[in-house]
């Protein structure tokens, strides 16, 4: 064969090997969930809960829709996933333990689990935080949502309650606002108004600033009744 036909015979190899479709990457089906799952988490970051569809997932994946419909039977069931996934992730490196190891202050007790949800933001996008207090249109998710929420506010209520001397509705109520001081700080993290140490710095201040607050309060409510 002459050096000039092996040329056009490699560059009809290479030209066919260039337009042949990837081949899909063969995982096992525990590592390809935990795929679909992240691919569907950067998608909500990026675009909103909206873009979140199972053929966006499969083309970003590589793979059919009929793969992803293996692994999650609706598109609700996926978005809950992401959630459930991003709980987990914040669990592990805030862990339960954590308010038990962390002496007397709650203001360190909302520095340290800040700076947990931070490195889970970073780790798995900044779309699952925000999605978990939303009020969207499907009641499943919302409510999914609440629940993670809740059980994350869970391991503040005694810590609180101790510094704060509470009644469980008023440790309730002052859990919640102190997520909600959390959030405000992250959402201007997110969206780069604060530095990261900034937002860790000024959550820790108003967590104090509300229980100390709320303990004041208290004992001048009881004092007022002697």
Same mark, same amino acid.
């Given at each position: 064969?002459?050096?000039?036909?092996?040329?056009?015979?490699?560059?009809?190899?290479?030209?066919?090997?260039?337009?042949?479709?990837?081949?899909?990457?063969?995982?096992?089906?525990?590592?390809?969930?935990?795929?679909?799952?992240?691919?569907?988490?950067?998608?909500?970051?990026?675009?909103?809960?909206?873009?979140?569809?199972?053929?966006?997932? &499969?083309?970003?994946?590589?793979?059919?829709?009929?793969?992803?419909?293996?692994?999650?039977?609706?598109?609700?069931?996926?978005?809950?996933?992401?959630?459930?996934?991003?709980?987990?992730?914040?669990?592990?490196?805030?862990?339960?333990?954590?308010?038990?190891?962390?002496?007397?202050?709650?203001?360190?007790?909302?520095?340290?689990?800040?700076?947990?949800?931070?490195?889970?933001?970073?780790?798995?996008?900044?779309?699952?935080?925000?999605?978990?207090?939303?009020?969207?249109?499907?009641?499943?998710?919302?409510?999914?949502?609440?629940?993670?929420?809740?059980?994350?506010?869970?391991?503040?209520?005694?810590?609180?309650?101790?510094?704060?001397?509470?009644?469980?509705?008023?440790?309730?109520?002052?859990?919640?606002?102190?997520?909600?001081?959390?959030?405000?700080?992250?959402?201007?993290?997110?969206?780069?108004?604060?530095?990261?140490?900034?937002?860790?710095?000024?959550?820790?201040?108003?967590?104090? &600033?509300?229980?100390?607050?709320?303990?004041?309060?208290?004992?001048?409510?009881?004092?007022?009744?002697?």
């Amino acid at each position: 064969m002459s050096t000039r036909a092996k040329t056009e015979r490699a560059r009809r190899t290479t030209t066919r090997t260039r337009n042949r479709p990837a081949r899909r990457r063969r995982l096992a089906p525990a590592d390809r969930r935990r795929e679909l799952i992240r691919i569907a988490g950067d998608i909500l970051t990026r675009e909103g809960v909206d873009a979140v569809q199972f053929a966006r997932v &499969a083309a970003e994946a590589g793979v059919t829709r009929p793969l992803v419909y293996k692994f999650f039977e609706s598109r609700q069931a996926l978005i809950i996933a992401v959630l459930e996934d991003f709980a987990a992730e914040l669990a592990e490196r805030f862990g339960r333990g954590a308010m038990q190891r962390i002496p007397g202050s709650n203001a360190e007790a909302a520095r340290i689990f800040v700076e947990a949800v931070c490195d889970t933001i970073e780790e798995r996008g900044a779309g699952p935080w925000h999605l978990l207090d939303a009020k969207g249109p499907d009641p499943a998710i919302a409510r999914r949502g609440q629940e993670i929420l809740d059980a994350i506010v869970e391991p503040w209520k005694e810590r609180i309650a101790e510094a704060a001397g509470t009644s469980p509705r008023e440790t309730a109520t002052l859990a919640r606002m102190i997520v909600a001081a959390g959030r405000a700080a992250l959402e201007l993290w997110c969206n780069g108004v604060l530095t990261r140490e900034e937002a860790v710095r000024d959550t820790a201040r108003g967590v104090g &600033a509300l229980v100390e607050g709320f303990a004041a309060a208290r004992s001048r409510a009881a004092r007022a009744r002697r």
